[in-house]
Every structure is written in C-alpha cells, then in structure tokens.
C-alpha cells in the first residue's frame, strides 16, 4: 500500500515527498527526498522512515515545534557571525527504523 499524503518543494529540483506504505510487510510514514533532474529523477536516499507504532509519539514532537523559534532561526542564520566559528562536523543522523 502506498498513499501519498503530501510534498513540500525544498528547491528547483527537489520536493520533500511525505506517504503512508508498507515496507516488508509493516505500515509506516516515510519522508523522502524526490529529484527531478538531466542524469537522475526519482527517490534518493536522504529520509527517514516512521513505524506506525511511533508516529503519535513523532507528531508531539512536531507538534512541540514554537513557530516562533523557527521565524527568529531563520533571522540569525542570514545575519553575519561577529566571531569566527569552528565548523564542527555533524554525525549523519540515524533512521528510526534500522531494516529500511
């Protein structure tokens, strides 16, 4: 089963696709990239995939989300640093569901 709910467009080539399907036999919501490109169109690998059984519990964390703090985030991401910062490497983020 596959039921897209929704997508966002992040940029000229690339929505954010969100759907319900089952993936080996258990339902859940999975967000995914979708490009549209000369070389490549379809799905890549960046998303991320919510068992059913975990969805409530991913909807209160959005759902905790102060707008708020978003619309001043994204103030001070377009202001100049004053400092020098060092650039720290981020851990690539872990997918909820291991056998995705």
């Known amino acids: 089963m596959e039921k897209d709910i929704g997508k966002i467009k992040k940029?000229?080539?690339t929505e954010i696709i969100v759907r319900?399907?089952?993936f080996g036999g258990k339902?859940?919501?999975t967000i995914r990239e979708?490009?549209?490109g000369e070389r490549y169109t379809g799905f890549t690998k960046a998303g991320t995939r919510i068992p059913a059984d975990k969805f409530l519990e991913f909807r209160e964390l959005?759902?905790?989300?102060n707008l708020s703090e978003l619309t001043?985030?994204?103030?001070?991401?377009?202001e100049?640093?004053?400092k020098k910062s060092k650039t720290v490497k981020e851990e690539p983020k872990k997918e909820i569901e291991e056998d995705y």
Request: charged residues 30%; without cysteine.
């Open 11 to 13: 940029n000229e080539n």
């Open 20 to 22: 319900i399907d089952d």
């Open 27 to 29: 339902t859940g919501v």
């Open 34 to 36: 979708f490009v549209t």
């Open 62 to 65: 959005v759902n905790k989300i």
């Open 72 to 78: 001043s985030e994204e103030k001070t991401s377009s």
């Open 80 to 82: 100049k640093p004053t």
